[in-house]
């Protein structure tokens, strides 16, 4: 066998003297570069899918942190996660946690690559007409599939350009894969600007949904894909991001009167409109429900981010409270726990509008609190939760709740650690009680609580408190209709049915209040156990809070600002 | 050179001196004894030194090298090669950062000239290989090559340094066997200072106060009650995880067969080696079926045939293969030691009152559990290495011709084999009262269930890798007169491939070397290679690679001949450039940068209950079609002599510049959408100076060597385009060492004054009377990330020194050799920060501050919560890793020559070893200085004898 080697080798050699590249060349199957990608329909379809990563989960969007815990929503148990930076002020252009620039460009630029190597107009390959003859099926599949992947990669260069935006404010627009020479270029584009790229460009998408649902085979019918496609982006999924990127823009952060303006709400309700005259979605499912079934069933979903569907339990592992006889896992459990905070629970309604009941504080709340947030001495998979001093799961012990609430929402009680079940977990990107809310609020800051615009033709026409009681009313929660509405529980009903849905850090920001509601002290209960199913509570500071208005946008990367010595830094961030 | 370095060197050599206490520099003893037979025809090939492709005579060598050979590697006895090393070579770091069986350790050649991989490049008999899994009885000598002139034959991976590691070879002459055996016992070097329960709940109960919270440990109930005898054993321990865990005693034993002689015709060298390592763990029987404790079994055997075919060819064929088994815990022994650091030592009992395992809600990780019940790990090496060198004397035709050519085959197989399970772990949730606690009723307890038990489960993974040379080379060697000339043109191919994927490493080139004497005492070389790697793209692939060296044998001169006072003196320069491998990664992915590759992404996932998963694609790194190797320039210098017959000095300087390092550019634009690339950006500056001196007297019934040895690098960081931009100078990686500690400069600790009338804001959140002051560097008056300066030195120490011993008189023998090391820093954090991570605390923690120590206190105040502003890497925390140890002390009797031959030997000696006796740490007293708080360092008490017959 060595000898056979050394053969070889010195044939090898021989070669070697006669042309050297071949013995340092990469192996052919090793080798996936842009021409083997291109050249294979798998690859291609890779290359799509994979723009779809582009919708974070939100479960861990700050480094293994939901981002309410970065606002007024909740506090974050662990002490040392990098999301606390936005808690203690000490964030800055060179430490943003989780911060997306990279990433979005990165995104932009896939769908960008993708566009370009599937240009059905300049490659005839992907005209499949190979298969015309031989394969009609496998053709009309083909075609129609990638008529839906460009479209897609279209929309996600909108929604990455407006993800950027609401982060950065002024961003540099990119439409085309770049030289570095086209890069360095690159101007910030204002406000205005960047809505007027990225809204053509969605009415676009959405026209051509028209003709993608007549194409032969197509699996996307009347305005939704069958079971087997069904997370890829519909008609509805484009117009919520225009009704949100109509609705961003009208918001006294993005204007320059700093008031709403009301042509952009008055647009941004047309578009919520639409939705809601599409007919395919409604809130006629329990809030409960709503937080997980990831079937076609749930009339609330318009477009939510799958990589949730995979089946785990981290989730259950870091917010599960102590306490129980299956609960105990190990020291995972409770490691990472959302808690939320006293000024969320405070902002649930009494049932009947009476005051809280300071010795039973819990009871008589808006059904939605107790489908958001665990309190103390529930019973939950099968144990009371003892959030109390000295309890199980009480304040101050190892993974233990710091502000004497824990996570409910989202969170399944039916997954049981122990043996290591795991079970799918729902992340939304849009909903229909988030479009109502929209819709609501555009409606409101242009025409008034109560006024009708004649936009909603598929049932009864809806004044915005019209749709805010559509939410209310929900089956299961069902709070009273409010009889008008103010601005204060406009925004109230926002925060309670939005909670932990990754809104409220922004609806602050763009509101324009962050600088009260992120600069006051973050609220816990302190809950002392006087005999069993008997306790009081007081209210206890947890941390101090800091914001400063430079914080209404993120400072771009310091790395970034170094590329580009002639951009000027956002307002307030020194470099 | 600084001052400052010759003032340390002068202080160290003057308490050298004093102390009568001297490093062995081995390499010199060796030296010694070439020198010493200088005029010793019989010994002339001993003479010979191993360099790249061949070998040179002392005199001639004009490069720099250091050698340790077998005498002294035998000295220790190791269970890894790397054990033996420390210490004897001038300019090899060694960093131990592991006790357990198997560990390697970090190994640096004049510490890190760059900032990607800084290890060596390593040769085996003339080809690339490991050799931390060779029997230390099958090695003949072990050099480092540190120069351009030395390495360049080594082309594109030399600039780290080439490790060459030679074996050992018969010589003609009667058959000889030769029997080394040790054995003996390991010991754990240095024991945690972990707090004890009592401390523990009272240290605790401080860091709730510190935060407000309630007292967690009632002072009244509950730590008076720790470590009390009846029901208090369960319901308040005071368990010393370290202890039940860690201190047995663990087995180690080396055993070495030598046979070798032969013939003109053929000559051979057959080796077997034997090394046994024992782990630490306590309880590992208590499995009926298997073990659970950790230990590796080493089987080393190699056959080095010289053949004469036909009276002008030769022929080298060698064999070498070792089984390398390691058994482990079901568990990783970071996992097992992070377990025993982190529970409190109050938390359960380790066995419950029923015999179950103790265990807690947020504790489930029972030490003594993680050892007993998760089952076991195998890890089975095994490898076999075929080595075939021709060589035809073209001498008929050319005199001082030859041709050869070789080729070796390297064959690794690797193979897991674990079996592997849960245990569940009990809480207490009722005791009995303590007086009615009857031990005879285990029942009178409740308990609740943590996790679950399980089976064993059976996990494999294998892997192998597989290595293929060719050389080819003429060589030249003659001496016309006063004129000798050597010339060696070769020819290397080298291809390596694994089981992970298709990747095939290629590296292939041609080297030369032209050494040319006058009289034996002015000699000239210039070297270059050739070479080109697969990393680089076609037309960037080939690099060259020239080297140049002088050296002068002063002493031969007419005017020194004679002298008494200066028996050997030699001058030697050399400058050249080595080539730095560029990246060192196993895939397209990690090694090719020149192409654009795609690499598989996240997958995407539709449908509803069955969803299918879509595998992305997206493209990896930004390509640069331009991407090379590294340059390290190299220039080295040193005077080597023997003075008075006695005294015998070597100083060797270096200055070592290393360009267009590999480096991920950070500042590639955000908005093209790629992520980053590489370009050829970096730039190191590497400079310092191996020393050393000894004393001896190698006549007569007394005879003694005194060695000293020190070594000092200091590496800057010129350029390098992956670090962050600040905007103050110290803030910035550039222009420090490689792997400089940074942190915040601290001000002692806030008072109730200094917390009322805040000027600086730290941005760590609210500060209270006790927390840590910064500096605020700026003068913005925050103290943020942009006041964090360089402090300290790096984790590699700039300089390593030795002292040692060597006496002998008549039949008895004794060899000490300590080792310690200066400028190093270590930034405690993590687990070391009392109580951070919620786990027991060191000793230290006693030092924190409170209300009445306020101005004595070393660190902060405890914190039981959240306390960002007190755990930021600051000068509080930062220690330094300087350390001194006692490495190895050898005793040894020669048995008298008739007691011997009475027993058909020819030789017997009988010694006991002893390595790391002795410890002195600076700073981390707490536990051991290098290992801290993985796997612990050892010390070893052995037994051994050597027998030849």
Avoid at chain 2, 210 to 218: C, P, V
Avoid at chain 2, 384 to 392: E, R
Wanted: net charge negative; proline share 3%; hydrophobic share 35%.
């Amino acid at each position: 066998m060595l000898k056979y080697k050394f053969i070889q080798f010195a044939f090898l050699v021989v070669f070697l003297s006669t042309s050297c590249d071949s013995f340092f060349e990469v192996d052919d199957r090793e080798k996936i570069t842009l021409e083997t990608v291109s050249a294979s329909d798998a690859d291609v379809s890779a290359m799509w899918a994979y723009l779809y990563y582009s919708f974070d989960n939100g479960f861990n969007e700050i480094s293994n942190a939901m981002i309410a815990n970065a606002c007024d929503e909740a506090d974050l148990n662990q002490p040392f996660s990098a999301v606390q930076a936005y808690n203690e002020g000490s964030w800055n252009s060179k430490n943003t946690p989780g911060t997306l620039y990279f990433n979005l460009y990165q995104e932009i630029h896939n769908a960008c690559q993708f566009l370009s190597v599937t240009d059905t107009l300049n490659d005839i390959r992907f005209n499949y007409e190979e298969y015309y003859y031989v394969d009609k099926p496998r053709y009309n599949q083909l075609k129609w599939n990638m008529k839906a992947y460009r479209m897609d990669a279209e929309f996600f260069k909108a929604y990455c350009t407006f993800e950027l935006w609401k982060r950065y404010g002024n961003i540099a627009l990119v439409d085309n894969v770049l030289s570095k020479s086209e890069a360095a270029s690159l101007q910030r584009s204002s406000t205005d600007d960047v809505i007027a790229y990225i809204i053509p460009k969605l009415d676009d998408v959405i026209s051509q949904f028209d003709e993608l649902s007549q194409m032969t085979d197509v699996e996307y019918v009347n305005g939704k894909w069958s079971d087997q496609y069904l997370g890829r982006i519909t008609k509805g999924a484009v117009l919520a991001l225009k009704c949100k990127v109509l609705l961003y823009a009208a918001s006294p952060l993005n204007t320059k009167s700093g008031t709403y303006d009301k042509e952009l709400c008055a647009e941004a309700a047309q578009a919520a409109a639409q939705i809601i005259n599409m007919g395919l979605y409604s809130t006629n499912i329990s809030y409960r429900e709503m937080q997980f079934n990831t079937a076609s069933s749930n009339p609330e979903n318009i477009l939510d981010a799958r990589v949730g569907i995979t089946a785990s339990n981290y989730m259950e592992q870091w917010n599960y409270p102590l306490g129980g006889s299956d609960l105990y896992v190990n020291s995972s459990v409770g490691s990472n726990a959302t808690c939320p905070s006293q000024g969320l629970v405070d902002s649930y309604e009494t049932v009947d509008g009476s005051d809280v009941n300071a010795a039973d504080p819990y009871s008589n709340r808006d059904p939605r609190l107790k489908m958001t947030v665990l309190c103390n001495n529930e019973i939950f998979n099968e144990g009371t939760v003892e959030s109390y001093i000295g309890g199980l799961a009480g304040i101050g012990e190892k993974n233990c709740t710091t502000t004497g609430y824990y996570l409910k929402k989202f969170i399944q009680d039916k997954v049981k650690l122990p043996s290591g079940t795991t079970t799918s977990h729902l992340w939304y990107v849009f909903r229909y009680g988030e479009v109502l809310l929209n819709y609501a609020e555009a409606m409101f800051y242009a025409y008034g609580p109560t006024a009708m615009q004649g936009y909603v033709t598929n049932g009864s026409d809806l004044s915005a408190v019209d749709a805010v009681n559509l939410v209310r009313n929900r089956p299961g929660v069902g709070m009273p209709a409010l009889p008008t509405l103010s601005e204060a529980q406009l925004r109230n009903e926002r925060r309670i049915e939005l909670a932990f849905e990754g809104q409220r850090f922004w609806d602050v920001r763009r509101w324009k209040i962050a600088e009260q509601t992120e600069n006051s002290p973050l609220m816990g209960m302190r809950i002392t156990k006087i005999s069993d199913n008997n306790f009081s509570y007081s209210i206890e500071q947890i941390e101090t809070r800091k914001f400063d208005n430079a914080m209404y946008h993120l400072p771009i990367p310091y790395t970034e600002m170094t590329n580009y010595p002639d951009w000027v830094q956002n307002d307030g961030w020194s470099n | 050179m600084k001052k400052k370095n010759l003032y340390i060197i002068s202080k160290l050599y003057a308490s050298f001196l004093i102390l009568a206490l001297f490093p062995v520099n081995e390499i010199f003893a060796q030296k010694a004894e070439v020198l010493n037979s200088q005029n010793d025809s019989i010994l002339k090939e001993s003479k010979m030194i191993d360099v790249a492709y061949g070998k040179q005579s002392y005199d001639g060598v004009t490069s720099s090298m250091s050698t340790v050979y077998s005498k002294d590697l035998n000295k220790v006895t190791a269970v890894t090669v790397d054990d033996a090393l420390i210490g004897r070579l001038p300019g090899l770091t060694l960093q131990q950062s592991s006790g357990e069986p198997g560990a390697g350790m970090g190994i640096y050649i004049r510490g890190r000239n760059t900032y990607n991989g800084s290890g060596p490049l390593v040769i085996v008999d003339g080809f690339r290989s490991d050799y931390d899994q060779l029997s230390i009885y099958e090695i003949k000598s072990i050099s480092i090559l540190k120069d351009a002139s030395a390495v360049a034959l080594y082309g594109q991976e030399a600039a780290n340094g080439v490790l060459l590691v030679t074996t050992k070879r018969g010589e003609i002459g009667e058959t000889k066997i030769e029997v080394n055996a040790n054995f003996g016992v390991q010991q754990i070097s240095k024991k945690p200072d972990l707090l004890n329960a009592k401390d523990y709940a009272t240290l605790y109960n401080q860091a709730r106060e510190n935060d407000g919270l309630y007292e967690k440990y009632s002072a009244t109930d509950d730590i008076p009650n720790y470590g009390k005898g009846g029901v208090y054993q369960f319901t308040h321990p005071d368990n010393d995880y370290f202890d039940e865990c860690m201190s047995s005693l663990a087995s180690v034993a080396t055993a070495g067969m030598n046979i070798s002689g032969g013939s003109d015709a053929l000559r051979y060298m057959v080796t077997f080696g034997y090394m046994h390592n024992g782990g630490m763990y306590k309880n590992t029987d208590e499995n009926d079926a298997y073990s659970t404790q950790a230990f590796r079994n080493k089987y080393n055997l190699r056959t080095n045939l010289d053949v004469k075919i036909l009276d002008n060819l030769t022929a080298q064929i060698d064999i070498g293969g070792y089984l390398d088994n390691r058994h482990y815990p079901g568990i990783a022994a970071g996992n097992i030691l992070s377990a025993i650091y982190s529970t409190p030592p109050q938390e359960y009992p380790i066995i419950n009152p029923d015999g179950s395992l103790g265990g807690s809600a947020s504790y489930t990780d029972n030490p003594y559990g993680l050892i007993t019940s998760k089952g076991y790990q195998t890890l089975l090496s095994r490898n076999l290495d075929m080595t075939l060198h021709l060589k035809y004397d073209m001498g008929n035709i050319v005199k001082g011709l030859a041709l050869g050519i070789a080729g070796s085959s390297q064959n690794y197989m690797r193979l897991w084999d674990n079996k592997t399970k849960n245990f569940a772990t009990y809480s207490i949730d009722y005791a009995p009262d303590p007086e009615d606690y009857d031990p005879s009723i285990p029942d009178a307890f409740a308990y609740t269930m943590h996790n679950d038990d399980t089976e064993l489960n059976w996990v494999t993974a294998a892997y192998s890798s597989r290595r293929m040379n060719f050389e080819a080379n003429a060589s030249y060697d003659r001496t016309f007169g006063d004129h000798s000339f050597q010339g060696l043109l070769m020819y290397h191919l080298d291809r390596y491939e694994t089981s992970d994927n298709y990747y095939k490493f290629s590296n292939a080139g041609f080297g030369f070397r032209g050494h040319y004497g006058y009289k034996s005492k002015y000699f000239a070389e210039f070297t270059a290679g050739y070479y080109g790697q697969e990393q680089y793209k076609s037309g960037h692939r080939f690099g060259f690679f020239p080297a140049g060296a002088v050296a002068w044998i002063a002493s031969k001169e007419d005017f020194l001949k004679d002298n008494n006072s200066v028996n050997y003196l030699k001058l030697r320069l050399s400058y050249g450039i080595a080539g730095g491998e560029a990246f060192g990664g196993t895939t397209v992915h990690n090694r090719i940068y020149y192409n654009q590759y795609y690499s598989g992404a996240a997958n995407s996932y539709f449908g509803t209950t069955n969803q299918t998963a879509y595998m992305g694609r997206v493209e990896g790194i930004m390509a640069n079609p331009d991407i090379s190797w590294d340059k390290s320039y190299k220039t080295d210098l040193s005077v080597e002599g023997t003075f008075f017959n006695h005294i015998k000095m070597m100083f060797d300087y270096f200055y070592d510049r290393r360009t267009d390092i590999l480096s991920y550019d950070n500042k590639v634009l955000g908005t093209i959408g790629l992520n980053g690339g590489y370009n050829n950006g970096g730039e190191v500056k590497n400079k310092g100076y191996e020393a050393t001196l000894s004393f001896f007297d190698n006549t007569g019934d007394f005879q003694y060597s005194i060695n000293t040895g020190i070594w000092y690098n200091h590496s800057e960081i010129v350029k390098n385009p992956s670090a962050t931009i600040y905007q103050n100078d110290y803030r910035s990686s550039i222009g420090k060492p490689v792997g400089q500690n940074f942190g915040y400069v601290t001000n002692g600790f806030y008072d109730a004054a200094s917390v009322a009338n805040m000027t600086v804001i730290p941005s760590f959140g609210d500060v209270q009377e006790g927390d840590t002051k910064y500096e605020d560097l700026n003068g913005d008056n925050v103290i943020n990330d942009d006041d964090v300066t360089s402090l300290g030195y790096t984790g590699i120490p700039e300089y390593t020194y030795t002292l040692g011993l060597d006496l002998k008189y008549k039949k008895i023998s004794l060899s000490l050799m300590g080792q310690g090391t200066m400028h190093s820093s270590y930034m405690l954090g993590g687990y070391y920060i009392p109580f951070a991570t919620q786990g027991n605390a060191f000793e230290y923690a006693k030092d924190s501050w409170t209300s009445a120590t306020a101005s004595t206190a070393k660190y902060p105040r405890l914190s039981s919560v959240q306390n960002s502003n007190n755990n930021q890497g600051s000068k509080i925390w930062l220690l330094s890793g300087d350390y001194f140890r006692l490495r190895n002390v050898e005793l040894g009797y020669d048995l008298p020559v008739e007691w011997a031959s009475s027993l058909h030997f020819a030789n017997m000696k009988v010694f006991v070893h002893g390595q790391n006796l002795f410890t002195w740490a600076k700073d981390i007293d707490f536990t051991d200085p290098e290992t801290l708080m993985n796997y612990p360092a050892l010390k070893s008490y052995t037994l051994g004898i050597n027998l030849s017959f």
